[in-house]
């Protein structure tokens, strides 16, 4: 049972380039998240999906995209990669009852020079 | 957006020493959870509160539910050098509105335990 997976674990980019980050779950979990980590600011949340085909905006949504075609994959985009999004993010998933605890997956730490 | 208050920002103690953190936020929670994280690793779930008042214990971790609802105390007793690490609080304010499960997250403890 892996539980959360990511990928990749690292990735650089130059500003302006574009990426996916990759992420899977196998607890057949319906709530999904995207959350980025910088220091001294503890985990933000950037999208979240509340099921198959819906997605929706966390705190810090801007510059990003996500999908959600798969119950099992929850897939975040950066079109046009700048310096700000450098970050170690993270993905996590839960069950759909209220206030049931995230999973997490290991992170994908990003440097955009 | 809104975060937690959690304190102190970096412990460093001697093993076999107790310690102590917390949070505090200036809203009504009506959850609090506990995550340790490892260098590389994502946060893990060490526990969870959902009613004020409550304490609740995990090894020898033991977290408590504020009776205001407004923070939550965690406190780990006699350190081993695994328990290095980044200690969050996190949480669900009654008013965040919206789906459920969208988590504030403090900023976190660095926890370096000496041997």
């Known amino acids: 049972n892996a539980g959360v997976t990511q990928t990749p674990k690292f990735r650089v980019l130059k500003t302006g380039q574009s990426m996916t980050l990759l992420c899977a779950q196998d607890?057949?979990?319906?709530?999904m998240y995207w959350y980025r980590q910088d220091p001294g600011m503890g985990l933000r949340l950037i999208h979240y999906?509340?099921?198959?085909?819906?997605?929706a905006k966390g705190e810090v949504p801007d510059g990003y995209n996500v999908s959600r075609l798969k119950k099992q994959n929850f897939l975040l985009g950066l079109e046009s990669a700048a310096p700000s999004q450098t970050s170690v993010y993270f993905c996590a998933s839960s069950r759909p009852r209220g206030l049931a605890p995230l999973h997490f997956g290991n992170g994908t730490r990003l440097t955009v020079t | 957006g809104q975060q937690l208050n959690q304190s102190p920002q970096s412990m460093f103690i001697q093993e076999g020493e107790d310690v102590s953190m917390n949070c505090t936020s200036s809203?009504?929670?009506?959850?609090w959870l506990w995550y340790k994280q490892d260098p590389g690793e994502g946060p893990v779930l060490l526990i969870a509160l959902y009613k004020a008042g409550e304490l609740t214990s995990n090894g020898r971790l033991t977290a408590q539910f504020g009776i205001t609802r407004k923070d939550s105390f965690l406190n780990i007793s006699a350190s081993i050098p695994s328990d290095v690490g980044i200690y969050f609080c996190a949480g669900q304010p009654v008013n965040y509105g919206g789906a459920t499960n969208k988590l504030i997250f403090g900023t976190g403890t660095l926890l370096a335990v000496q041997p």
């Open positions: 809203s009504i929670f009506n959850t």
């Open positions: 999906s509340v099921g198959e085909g819906t997605t």
């Open positions: 607890m057949n979990h319906e709530y």
